[in-house]
């Protein structure tokens, strides 16, 4: 784990003592844009971007699925990282299901970042987003690829799936705000804290929001306008890990989903939407967090369970 400093590695964990152990999130550098226009910067084209991921990152998981339900597969390639971030960050090691760099055959993904600038300052994070022809980060926010991936393509896949549909954006927007701060990022504001009261502020959101979508969907299926949107699939990749890992490693354990008879229900039918249950990968999910962060887990043994019912 560490961050690029002036182009050089530099292993070091996430700093939390100047701000009271709590985790902040710091913020993606590369946010361009793929767009339909052909004359734009990043116009959309076949098999001219490529996908870094990583299976076990939550973040990452949100390109999978809208990579799957749009039909970019054949338009989009994909190199998955090994599930161990360990002292040089993301690598490109040998793990069942981890393709290698199947670009560039580098070793680490922190080479990748030093080819588009040999002198940047930044964390090495999962998902990229890479252009081959002008060999650069187009965009590392999960946030903006999926919003790309919703319909930058559509024109060459003839896929109109919209999950973020001109009428509902205030209310997408308001719930992945909400859902962002409390639940996604949530989760690892806890698991990350380094005092008692950080760590406390930061599950106590957490649950407090879980009542409240719980409560949510009493009455619907979905979060929003009673349909399937980004905001679903936003909260999916932290549901979907909740009970297998930040139960237990990020120390979530008021509650698991299974005890939440609305969410428990939720999760289940958006793994079972076709296709959905391709992206899950729990081998890499327990692995990465486990055996990843010494400092929470510093044994690197994997918990056999829990049971999982619904998940193959
Ligand atoms: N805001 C980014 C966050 C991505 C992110 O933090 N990914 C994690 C993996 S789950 C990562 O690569 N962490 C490495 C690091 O922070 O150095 C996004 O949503 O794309």
Redesign the pocket.
Known sequence: ???LVDGQWVDKW?ETDKNDGKFE?Q??QFRDEISPDVNAKFPAENHRYHLYV?L?????H?TLIYRKLKGLEAIIGLSVVSPD?LEH??SFGSFPEATGDTLYGHDFLHQLYTSVNDTITT?????VLWDKKEKTIVN????D?IRMFNSAFNEMTGNRLDFYPKPLHNQIDETNHFVYHNINNGVYKAGFATTQQAYEEAVSALFDALEEIETRLEGQSYLVGDQLTEADWRLFTTLIRFDAVYVGHFKCNIKRIADFPNLSRYVEMLYLHPGVSDTVNMAHIKRHYYYSHAHINPTQVIPIGPELPFIK
């Open positions: 784990m560490g961050l996430y999130r913020a993606s990583s076990a990152c939550p973040w990452a949100r971030m960050g993301w964390r090495v994070t999962v998902p590392n926010e999960s946030a690829i």
